[in-house]
């Protein structure tokens, strides 16, 4: 049984050196062009090349000096853009705090004056009891 693996294995670790044989091309009289294991007898046959370069990597080497380049680049962006995040996230806070420090007033007091083209207006309970949901709308939907 050990036998038969080892001649198994060998036969097995052969056989890509047997597949990678010689390749001929020849063209016939009528013009067609022929591959073929064997060269044709009584004609010139091209021996063609089987040997398949390595594929090149796809990410082209760096010196050391591109990639600190292309760190440093990386660096500034993921800092822009963490400042960016922080300015919206600070933005939302102040933002959720109106919104409650708003909902507080209208909960709060029944009597709510708001200034409309230069007038100054109580608002009716309808409208204070919709703009009090508005906000706890809003309040749900933004801050958490």
């Not at 063609?48 to 080497?61: D, E, R």
Request: with cysteine; charged share 25%.
């Amino acid at each position: 049984m050990r036998s038969l693996i080892v001649a198994g294995s060998l036969l097995f670790a052969l056989s890509g050196s047997v597949m990678a044989g010689q390749i001929y091309k020849w063209v016939d009289a009528q013009g067609v062009t022929h591959f073929g294991a064997q060269p044709p007898a009584g004609q010139a046959a091209e021996t063609l090349n089987t040997v398949v370069a390595p594929p090149k990597p796809a990410i082209p080497a760096n010196t050391p000096e591109q990639a600190a380049t292309g760190d440093t680049e990386q660096r500034e962006i993921d800092r822009k853009v963490k400042e960016q995040v922080a300015n919206q996230e600070a933005e939302r806070k102040r933002y959720c705090e109106t919104l409650r420090t708003n909902l507080a007033q209208l909960e709060n007091n029944p009597r709510v004056r708001v200034e409309e083209n230069g007038e100054v207006r109580r608002i009716t309970e309808e409208e204070r009891q919709s703009r009090i949901a508005e906000a706890k709308q809003k309040i749900s939907e933004n801050c958490q």
